[in-house]
């Protein structure tokens, strides 16, 4: 099953839309970032609960970076966005390897970037939780696509819940 992983409640018009993604988060004033902020939170708890829930354990792959992706971050993380991709290794990430990650804090950075890049975020980095038989994968405009194998635990829907993370099921034919 599939879904669409969303901050939003409601999905937006046309209009709406619009206005919500004229511009990338570094290039808003403090005030027009706020809500992005707090989303970008969300979300974050959202997946540091799996990795907890999942024996402090994922796995990663990037499917692709650019030397512009840096410009996602604020100037006071972009060295940590850097030392991120050290410890996952630009040659895994050249490869798009699957690398395990046993400290959520080593890939805090590659989850932002998948959700600050609503321009090209789509299937940037993909995270599987195996022991929650879970796949997420980053997608555009600020959302993010699941794949479950066994349908969505009560447990699942609580994280979603207290994140407040909104989990959408795609209607596939």
């Not at 990338?24 to 902020?37: A, D, F, G, K, L």
């Not at 499917?63 to 993380?77: A, K, V, Y």
């Not at 994280?159 to 909104?166: D, P």
Request: include cysteine; charged fraction near 35%; hydrophobic fraction near 40%.
């Amino acid at each position: 099953m599939e879904y669409v992983i969303d901050v939003l409640k409601e999905t937006l018009n046309e209009e709406e839309a619009g206005y919500y993604y004229r511009k990338s988060i570094v290039e808003m004033n403090e005030e027009e970032r706020m809500p992005y902020m707090e989303n970008e939170m969300k979300y974050l708890a959202f997946f540091r609960e799996l990795f907890e829930l999942n024996d402090q354990e994922l796995i990663i792959r990037i499917n692709f970076i650019c030397s512009s992706d840096i410009e996602e971050f604020f100037d006071n993380e972009k060295d940590d966005f850097i030392n991120e991709i050290k410890k996952v290794g630009i040659e895994n990430i050249m490869l798009k390897k699957e690398v395990v990650i046993r400290e959520f804090d080593d890939i805090v950075h590659f989850i932002k970037l998948s959700y600050r890049d609503f321009r090209a975020g789509f299937g940037k980095v993909e995270l599987w939780y195996n022991n929650l038989d879970l796949k997420i994968s980053s997608n555009s405009d600020y959302i993010y696509i699941l794949e479950t194998f066994n349908g969505v635990s009560e447990v699942l829907e609580e994280i979603s819940g207290r994140n407040a993370v909104y989990m959408k099921k795609i209607n596939t034919l």
